[in-house]
C-alpha cells in the first residue's frame, strides 16, 4: 500500500501511469528533489614562455562544485549540476609593446536523464564552459564553448533493435594576442542495432554535420569556411555452418560533403574467412569504392583471395592473389599479383631458428592522360620538429600546399614549414616559432609525377632469418629485392627497382632482480632507382627497481643515414630519463627528462623537456601538482617554455 500511495501522490497521475513505478527494493527513497552527492575543487594554472624577444605569462584560477540529483527517483529523473568561476590573466612583453589582459567566467552544465530505468531513456543536456588551453609557444587562452543537445535510446524489448537519436550544438570563441578561435558544429545522428549473438549483428548509422569556423593565427589571413555533411554507415558480422566455420562480414558507406571542399562517395567491403580445418583457412575480399572530389573522379576495385596451411608445428605456408583496379582522370592503372611465402622453424636446446621465404609476381597496366595527377585533403599530424613523408612518391614540391584541419588559413613554407624531398620522397617538418602548432593535424594539397603510360612485371622477393638464444639474444638477418621488367610503353620515371639488406641484433638481460638492460642495433643497405642510403640505428634502455615502490628508467636512441645525396644525410639522438615512486600510500610523484638533437644536409634542430608530477590523497582531499619545461631550436629559432599547474580538488 505504501508504494501505491506513493505512485499516486505523484504529480501527473497520466505520467506514472503511462510509466509505472519503480520498486521500494530496487530505488532510493521517494521524494520530491534530493541531492546525493555534492564535491568541488580548486584549480590553479601558471604559465610562461619565451619565444625571441617576446616573452609570455598567464595564470587562471577555477573554483568548481558539482552536484548529484534526483526528482522524485534516480530513475524517473536524474539531474547533475556544475557550476564554476573562472578568472584568467595573461600579459605579453616585447621590444616594441606590451598587453596585460584579464578575464572572468563561469562554468555551468546541467544534464537530465529521464526513465533511465525503461528501455526508452532520454537526456537533454546544456554546457557552457571556459576550458583554459596552452599552447605549444606557451601562450594561455580561455575560450567560451556552449553545447546543448538531446539524445533518446530506444532499446529492447520495447523494439526488436536498438535505436539511438541525437542531435547537438556546439559554439567555441576565445581571443588572444596571437590567436582566434571562432567556430559553430551543429550535429545531427541516428543508430540502430541488433545482436543476435555475442558474434552475429548488424548496425546502421547516419550522420549529419553542418560545421563553421573562422578560427586561426593571428598572424596569417583568415578565410571562414562552410562545411555540411552526410554519411549513411552499414556493418554486419555474421557466423555460420555447422560448426561456424564461415565468418561473413560487410561494410558500405555512402558520404556526401559541400562547402570549400566538395565530395560525394560510395563504398562497399564484403569478406569471408573459411575454417576449413585445424590447420587450413581461407579468407576473401572485396572493397569497390567510388569517390568525386571538387569534379574529379576516382574509383577504386580491389579483390583479394589468400589461403593459410599448417603443414606441421614447424611449417606453415601461404598462398594469395590480388586483383586491383583504380580509375582516376589523370591514371588508370590495373594490377594482377600472385604470392607465396612459406615459414619453418628449427628447435633446439637453447633456442630456435625461423626462416621466412617469400616470392611475389606482379603485372601492372598504367595509362597516364596528364603529366601530373593532384591529391586533396591529405592530413598529417605534426609532432615537434619530425619530418613526416607525404603519400605519395615524385611530389612537386611547388605545388604542395599546407593548411589547417578546417581550411581556413595557409600555412607559410620557410616560416611555418618545410619541404624535404630526398630522392623521390617528400616530407613535410613543423618548424619552431612557425604558427602550426605542437602536434597539429594540417591537411595537405598537392600533385605528383604520374610517370607516364607503360606496362611492366616485377618480380619481388624476401628472405629472412631469426635466431633466439635462450631468453635474452636475439638476431635478424633479411633481404627484401623488387625487379621491374618493362614490357611495353615508355615511362618517364623509374618503374621502382628495389634492394634492401639489413641485419638487426638485440639483448634483453636481467642484471639481477631489481636491475635489467636492453640494446637493439640495425644496420641497413637501401638502393633504389633515385635514392640510396645506409642507415645505423641503436638504442638501449634500463630498468631499475628502487626502494620505497620507484623505478628508474634510462633510455637512448641514435640513428644516422648516409645517402648519395647529401641533403639525405640525416642524424638523431634521443636521450631521456624518467623516474617514478610511491614513497607513501596514496602519494605518487614522477620527473621526465627528454632530450633530442637532429639535423639533416640543410637544417639542425635541438630540444629538451622536463615533466614533474606530484599526486597526494588525504581522505577526501586530492592535490596535483604538474610543472613543465620545454625549450626547442630550430635552426636560429629558439622557442622556450615552462608552465606549472597545480590542482587541489576536496570533494564534500
Known sequence: MTLIRHCI??????????????????????????????????????TSSEIGNLSRSGSAQRFSILSENYVYHPKLLKLDLNASMLFSQESSDS?????????????????????????YPMSIYYTRSNPVSTYSSGETIAQKNTSYGFELDLLEPFLPLTMNFFISHDESSATSPTRIIDGITNKFGFEASKKYSDKDGYNININSTRAYSASGSLSLPIVSTQKNSEELSYNSQRFFGEQKQFKYSDN??????????????????????WQHSN???????????????????????????????????????????QIEDSDTVFVDTKTVSTKANIAHRLLFANGHLKLKASLGYRQNDRVTTAFQANITGETLTLTGLLPIPLAWEYVVAS???????????????????????????????????GNILDPEQVVVDYSYQTGGSAGYTTLDQSYSASLALGTYYGFLLSYQRSDPSLTSGSPTLALGALNIKSIEGNVDYPLSKRISVSAKINLTKSQENNYSYDSQIFSAYSQIYLPYSSSLRLSFSHSSSDSADSLGDRDLTDFSLRFKSTPRDRMMFSAEYRAEEGGDGILKWKGNQLNLNAQWLIRQLTMNAAVNFGNTRTGTVENKRWQMRVTIRRNF
Not at 606590451?98 to 572572468?104: A, H, I, L, R, T
Not at 579483390?303 to 598462398?319: H, M, P, Q, R, V
Open 9 to 46: 501522490l505523484l504529480p501527473g497521475i497520466t505520467l506514472v501511469t503511462a510509466f509505472g513505478c519503480y520498486p521500494v527494493a530496487n530505488a532510493a527513497e521517494i521524494v520530491a528533489f534530493r541531492t546525493t552527492d555534492v564535491n568541488g575543487h580548486i584549480e590553479l594554472d601558471f
Open 279 to 321: 590447420r587450413a583457412t581461407s579468407s576473401y575480399s572485396y572493397s569497390h569504392v567510388t569517390l568525386t572530389q571538387n569534379d574529379i573522379d576516382a574509383s577504386n576495385r580491389n579483390a583479394i583471395a589468400s589461403l593459410s596451411y599448417f603443414l606441421n608445428e614447424k611449417t606453415d605456408i601461404g598462398l594469395s592473389t
Open 252 to 273: 558500405a558507406t555512402v558520404n556526401q560533403q559541400e562547402g570549400i571542399q566538395k565530395a560525394a562517395g560510395i563504398s562497399f567491403s564484403p569478406s569471408l574467412i
Open 399 to 433: 605545388s604542395v600546399v599546407v593548411q589547417n584541419l578546417s581550411r581556413t588559413q595557409t600555412y607559410l613554407e620557410g616560416i611555418d614549414y618545410r619541404i624535404i624531398v630526398v630522392g623521390n620522397r617528400t616530407e613535410i617538418q613543423r618548424l619552431s616559432g
Open 95 to 119: 621590444n616594441t609593446a606590451s598587453n596585460d589582459d584579464s578575464s572572468d567566467n563561469y562554468d555551468l552544465s546541467a544534464h537530465a536523464r529521464l526513465l533511465g530505468g525503461k528501455p
